[in-house]
């Protein structure tokens, strides 16, 4: 990553927890991203954690791989049930590990959605459904791209191998 070291583990309840507990306030970022490889679609969601004072980051991640839906690459079906799947799988994450953002408010929060905002992508053919499901289900505006790093970047990088895991 940019600006700074990262280090990385598979999303981990425990070490988030100690994580927090070790560093100044700070921010957590929450996103996920997706690539077709073949006739697979794999996943990864991201858990970002800043350290704050130190320009660096911690990245907790989980991948996971399904059988591509359809024949073509570039199928509309598809990209709208990947983009609706990392939304989803943001959300979970989160969920899965709210009580101990709770328990630690001192650090924010922010939920990255990849999913660009402008009329000029296709992308954006799911904004007001993850719009209204990130604010509906967690009660917080979540980030879009460009603006959305922890799925545009971290995320992405790790499934596409530019990040050492």
Known sequence: MK?????????SRDGIKKLLESIPPSTVYIGSD???KGRKIIFCTVVVV???????????YHCEREPAKAKKRNDI??????????VDMTIRVCDSIKDILEAHP??????HVDVNPSE???SHMIYD???????GYLGITPKFKPDAFAASVAADGIIRGKNER
């Open 34 to 36: 997706s690539i077709r």
């Open 77 to 86: 079906n598809e990209m709208i049930y990947r983009l609706t799947k990392e």
């Open 129 to 135: 459904y993850a719009l209204g499901y990130v604010k």
């Open 3 to 11: 600006g700074g070291d990262a280090s990385m583990e598979i999303i």
């Open 106 to 111: 001192e650090h924010k929060l922010e939920i």
């Open 120 to 122: 000029n992508y296709r």
């Open 50 to 60: 800043h350290i704050a004072n130190a320009r660096g980051a911690k990245i907790f």
